[in-house]
């Protein structure tokens, strides 16, 4: 298998099974795509919507159309990178593993005396599997292993390494094995210092760490005083985002994952277990009980340091305690459920300053991030992971990338947002006589509003029930105040027919949706052309407003996309459409941006496939072009240049190897680069060149050096 061009992420249900993926591979092929990207495939319980409540991983799905419609899909000719879940299964009678009792035993983490087992998250259903045992990888994995062996699966997803008990010694199994490609959804924290991938035999992860630089790139910090004073006026919230992520997170080591911590009790019986589960900065740590203390990494140990457990449980995580092999490893397969469910799961739906920031595999504090910060990030992409996967959304994701894109702009105009948010509660007082919803509760609802605009009444109803039960202040999953999650869902449904509120609600929102887009396109031209493997989310070659599962796994319009398409590619060179419509929300104006992101991903993926050497192999060299403009080279055959913010009087300062002439790949401007004069005061360089005069009308230039004129 070659390293992708680009993956295209399918999520497979009955309805959309192998045999409607195959009807797509010629769209997809044309668009550029050169490896599909498939939702786990394996037998999962009957009616699963989503395929990671596997029953029978010896099998592969019927429903989607079994085995003999898998390889007829691989024959199709796109590569195959399928998602597998290692760390679980479905429970149940389906599963004939779990129905009995020796066979439960020896394939899941079961205690037989008194029946407890280990669950994914907080997920009764979900049961833990023992994938370190030999004969368990080898009954888990052995039909994975044949596809990967006969050519239908190129490379492999692995979901949740951190769930298991050894992921380094798993991820060596699936290499011994002969699995060349993996990926895994590792979940890296972007704090200070930023946490690195373990050394494992991987591609790398499924970018999350990307999707977090992209969209903090485009956040104004100028904006971030007056976005937390609104935030703390209206909540009453005044501390940093990690103190309310520790609340949080203690909460739910307390609570819903009492029966974990009442567990690792039973084998050692320390005091500080669940607070030291809550403040570990990281996921989880990688000590190996097999080796000993040397198994522990620098970050394991400063991570361990930095929970602040008591010393006695800090010299047990760190295995220099002996007899407690069995307990650090249960704690190392729980603290990622605590901070996954503390953090992901409850802390951003309180912490709502700016909701673009509450993304998986970002925090919240981490306001906006520089442009030398981007190029440091994508240096470091280019020699550790160089074709790890780059994502602006998933189905795991709280918002799409476009979603997140608009409200992003809203620390650029963090004082007129102020403003806006003050008159709008002042006029929709009327709705809320009770005081329901509550600030952060508004605050969240008008932000999504911008972020999603236009939207209908269910999505929204859907997008709050589960907004306000993971918030978990006034409901919650498990003890449900339906009338009160009514009285919010009243309010914000009516704000969709409020002609007070909408009159002065649009013509800001048309504003946030123009800029908005502008960000969205710059960060797809960025996921395209820095360091690591393009990911395509199911029908985001489009602008996709999408919100939290399930919203984001709503059917595609493939009929739409292909008409598209067919026009783009007939387009010069990606042209951005001339019938932009001055109000985004119309359908002229979709349309147009539409065919704009669609031209843009086309002739990016194109300029790929024409080049792979340079995108696959070649080096990230960063232009400098100031503060406010992402631009660089990959090896000496492309250039990209992005604006930012303030980039109209920049200009870029190029190399003495970029002198010739430039064509742009996506219907901007030609650039013709002098050679430099040791005279001038370049002292050889090729002169400076406005960055106003390379970028088109959305400040993006993706160039290809003509070589005949070099």
């Keep these: 298998m070659s390293i992708p061009r680009a993956t295209y992420r399918i999520q497979l249900t009955p309805d959309q099974d192998f045999a409607a993926v195959r009807e797509l591979v010629p769209y997809l092929r044309d668009l550029g795509i050169s490896h599909l990207y498939l939702s786990p495939s394996l037998t999962a319980r009957s009616g699963s919507t989503h395929g990671y409540d596997v029953v029978d991983p010896t099998t592969v799905s019927e429903a989607l159309g079994g085995e003999e419609g898998l390889r007829a899909l691989a024959a199709e000719g796109l590569g195959i990178v399928l998602d597998v879940v290692p760390n679980h299964m479905g429970v149940g009678d389906e599963n004939r593993w779990w129905s009995d009792e020796e066979e439960r035993v020896r394939v899941f983490d079961y205690d037989p005396e008194d029946g407890w087992y280990r669950r994914f998250f907080d997920i009764d259903d979900l049961a833990g599997v023992r994938v ?286 102020r403003d806006a948010v003050t008159r709008w509660r002042g006029i929709n007082a009327e709705l809320r006589p009770d005081g329901v919803p509550d600030g952060g509760e508004e605050l969240t609802i008008y932000q999504t509003l911008l972020g999603a605009w236009p939207i209908t009444a269910d999505r929204l109803e859907a997008f709050l029930e589960k907004a306000l039960r993971e918030a978990k202040l006034h409901t919650t999953w498990a003890e449900p105040d339906e009338r009160y999650e009514g009285r919010v869902q009243e309010f914000a449904v009516a704000l969709l027919s409020h002609e007070p509120f909408l009159a002065d609600f649009v013509p800001f929102a048309a504003r946030i949706a123009a800029e908005g887009r502008r960000s969205a396109l710059a960060q797809t031209l960025l996921k395209l052309t820095v360091p690591g493997v393009p990911d395509v989310y199911q029908g985001d070659e489009l602008e996709t407003l999408s919100l939290v599962d399930p919203d984001n796994r709503r059917e595609v319009d493939w009929e739409r996309r292909r008409g598209l398409l067919a026009d783009v590619a007939a387009a010069d060179r990606g042209a951005p459409a001339d019938d ?101 005061e370049r002292g050889g360089l090729p002169p400076r060149v406005p960055v106003a005069e390379v970028v088109d009308g959305d400040g993006l230039a993706l160039l290809r050096r003509q070589r005949d004129a070099r």
């Design 132 to 417: 370190e045992d030999p004969d368990v990888f080898a009954l888990t994995h052995d039909k994975v292993l044949e596809l990967v062996r006969d050519g239908v699966v190129d490379g492999l997803r692995i979901d949740h390494p951190d769930g298991l008990a050894d992921p380094a010694g798993y991820l060596r199994r699936l290499r011994d094995a002969g699995v060349a490609h993996v990926w895994v959804e590792k979940i890296l924290s972007a704090s200070h210092p930023v946490e690195e991938l373990p050394d494992w035999p991987v591609e790398g992860t499924v970018g999350y760490e990307f999707l977090g630089d992209a969209t903090a790139l485009f956040v104004d910090p100028a904006g971030e005083g007056v976005l937390t004073q609104l935030f703390a006026e209206l909540t009453g919230e005044t501390r940093p985002f990690p103190e309310v992520a520790l609340e949080t997170q203690i909460s739910q080591a307390t609570t819903t994952f009492a029966r974990e911590v009442a567990r690792l009790r039973t084998l050692l019986d320390v005091p500080g277990i669940a607070d030291a589960l809550a403040s570990l900065p990281v996921y989880r740590t990688y000590a190996d009980p097999a080796e000993g203390p040397s198994s522990l990494s620098e970050a394991d140990r400063a991570a361990i340091a930095a929970s602040g457990a008591p010393d006695e449980l800090q010299r047990v995580l760190r295995l220099e305690e002996p007899g407690h092999e069995s307990f650090v490893t249960k704690f190392q397969q729980t603290s990622p459920p605590v901070m996954a469910k503390g953090v992901e799961d409850t802390a951003f739906y309180r912490y709502v300053r700016l909701l673009a920031l509450n993304e998986v595999g970002h925090e919240p504090d981490r306001f906006s991030l520089s442009v030398a910060d981007l190029h440091a990030r994508n240096q470091h992409r280019s020699e550790h992971q160089p074709h790890g996967l780059l994502t602006t959304q998933t189905h795991d994701t709280k918002r799409s990338g476009d979603v997140r894109a608009r409200i992003g702009v809203l620390a650029s105009v963090a004082e007129e947002w």
């Design 580 to 680: 932009a419509s001055d109000d985004p929300f119309s359908a002229a104006g979709t349309d147009a941006f539409d065919r704009r992101k669609l031209a843009l991903v086309h002739a990016a993926l194109r300029l790929r496939g024409e080049l792979e050497d340079t995108f696959s192999r070649g080096a990230y060299r960063p232009v400098d072009a100031g503060e406010g403009t992402v631009a660089f080279l990959r090896s000496d055959d492309v250039l990209v240049v992005v604006g930012v913010r303030g980039f109209e009087d920049a200009a870029l300062e190029p190399p003495a190897d970029a002198a010739g002439r430039w064509t742009s790949a996506i219907g901007g401007r030609d650039l013709e680069i002098p050679s430099g004069d040791a005279s001038d």
